[in-house]
């Protein structure tokens, strides 16, 4: 089959890579010039674990190619994927400019009927707003007729395993304004190869697959802020929420997932896609009590480890240096958007520390974002980032700081202490070191 795909982030370029590879031919379309010109040369502009092999080798086989020309993408494909980005406005509501502007593309040059699929996360009411623009210029042109549907088909893969969640994907949502129809058919087909041993799409209405997108995001984080609230309360009453994470998470209907304290969570999709939900809901006259503590408490838990570490130092922080290991939101990514770790290294600073970062794939992107201060030292590896500090933040849980040398870390820093935001240090195994632990509720 013939895909073009406008947009080219972690959702568009991991879509293309996956569908290419198992043998659809996939026009991807960005404004964006050098990142165009850069996936030519198969550089891939993030680092997603498997992607860069995918992208090249699909490229060479002839199966993928990138275009800036709209009218490219719209000719090459009877398929037509946006996957742009949905940026926050000010109030948190999602910015649709690029969405909308795909329709007015397609809308504009379309010669022959177009399945028109929306991946980017949006609010519930977009593929009706597509659909409006799309018939709009359709009008415009005199082109009435011509036959265009709009599904929603939203993304579910996680950034650091996007690639192995799109090739196996737990459900397959589409959104389909007629149920049985031509485009639900040929969605079926084009997710044939990643749809096999049993059958993980669920088709609805387009509505309901555009709030089931939200409603899972916001489920998640309201799981992940619910135990940060419960290790607040650990905290205070002398219990270990790590004791409790696994007792209540044996329960099939709690379950394991995403009871981790820790520092809040970041990326670029909860903490924009609660707000948003959060901004739907206040348009529908609707109060979003329960968004709205998940939220808050999200923003307090990013403050969390400073407020342990004044505790310990005091206020004034001038002449201290701190370790951070671990500045992406996550392991296995170097996307720092919303992390936990840029909250915390700006309160250190305010307060007159200076920071050693060590980051496994985040260095650049803390170089980017930071740039030379005097107060920020970028370091080569882990151990370097010791040289020299009063303490060590863990904020991010990459595989690599998990079983550190304790006997290294106690020899250099300043005062035996690290203050864990992932509780992933044992705090039995490190006191042996002469190490104390500060977790999260614990
Ligand atoms: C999330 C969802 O998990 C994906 O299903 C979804 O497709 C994606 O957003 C999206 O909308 O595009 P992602 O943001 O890549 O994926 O990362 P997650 O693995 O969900 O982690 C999000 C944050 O929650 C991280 O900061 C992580 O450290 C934190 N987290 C996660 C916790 O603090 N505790 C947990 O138990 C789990």
Not at 217 to 241: V, W
Not at 251 to 264: K, L, N
Not at 276 to 294: C, K, N, Q, Y
Not at 404 to 414: G, N, V, Y
Request: aromatic share 6%; net charge negative; charged share 25%.
């Amino acid at each position: 089959m013939q895909i073009a795909i406008f947009g080219t982030g972690y959702v568009g370029l991991v879509l293309a890579a996956t569908m290419s590879d198992v043998g659809q031919d996939v026009t991807c379309v960005d404004v964006d010039v050098e990142k165009i010109a850069g996936l030519k040369r198969g550089e891939v502009p993030i680092y997603e674990p498997g992607l860069e092999a995918l992208v090249r080798d699909n490229q060479a086989a002839g199966r993928l190619t990138f275009t800036t020309d709209p009218a490219v993408g719209v000719a090459s494909a009877s398929i037509i994927f946006i996957a742009v980005g949905t940026p926050p406005e000010e109030d948190g509501s999602a910015d649709l400019r690029h969405v909308l502007s795909v329709g007015e593309m397609v809308g504009t040059l379309m010669q022959e009927p177009k399945i028109i699929i929306n991946k980017s996360t949006v609010p519930v009411g977009t593929a009706d707003r597509v659909k409006a623009t799309v018939t709009a210029r359709l009008a415009e042109r005199g082109l009435t007729g011509l036959e265009f549907d709009v599904v929603s088909n939203p993304e579910f893969l996680k950034e650091g395993a996007a690639v192995a969640d799109c090739m196996k994907p737990d459900r397959i949502i589409l959104g389909v304004e007629t149920a049985g129809g031509r485009s639900e058919q040929l969605l079926r087909e084009l997710y044939g190869p990643f749809n096999r041993n049993h059958d993980k799409i669920l088709v609805m209405d387009v509505r309901s697959a555009e709030l089931t997108k939200y409603a899972a995001n916001c489920m998640l984080a309201a799981k992940i802020s619910f135990m940060n609230e419960m290790a607040h309360l650990a905290d205070k009453i002398g219990a270990d929420i790590e004791k409790v994470r696994l007792g209540i998470g044996s329960d099939p209907r709690i379950g394991y997932h995403f009871i981790y304290p820790g520092v809040g969570y970041g990326g670029s999709c909860f903490p924009k896609d609660v707000r948003a939900l959060i901004s739907t809901a206040r348009e529908h006259g609707i109060d979003p009590m329960v968004m709205e503590a998940v939220n808050n408490r999200n923003n307090h838990q990013k403050t969390l480890l400073f407020d342990k570490i004044r505790a310990r130092f005091g206020s004034d922080l001038r002449g201290r240096t701190f370790a951070l290991w671990g500045l992406s939101f996550k392991p296995n990514t170097d996307d720092i958007r919303e992390a936990p770790s840029r909250t915390l290294m700006e309160a250190l600073w305010a307060a007159g520390a200076h920071v050693r970062a060590y980051d496994p794939k985040a260095m650049k992107a803390c170089q980017e974002a930071y740039g030379d201060r005097p107060d920020l030292f970028l370091a080569q590896s882990q151990e370097q980032a010791l040289e020299g500090a009063d303490a060590l933040v863990l904020v991010t849980e990459w595989k690599s700081f998990r079983s550190p040398d304790m006997a290294e870390i106690a020899a250099k820093l300043k005062q035996p202490v690290i203050f864990d935001g992932r509780n992933i240090f044992d705090p039995a195994m490190a006191a042996g070191y002469g190490l104390e632990i500060v977790g999260i509720g614990r």
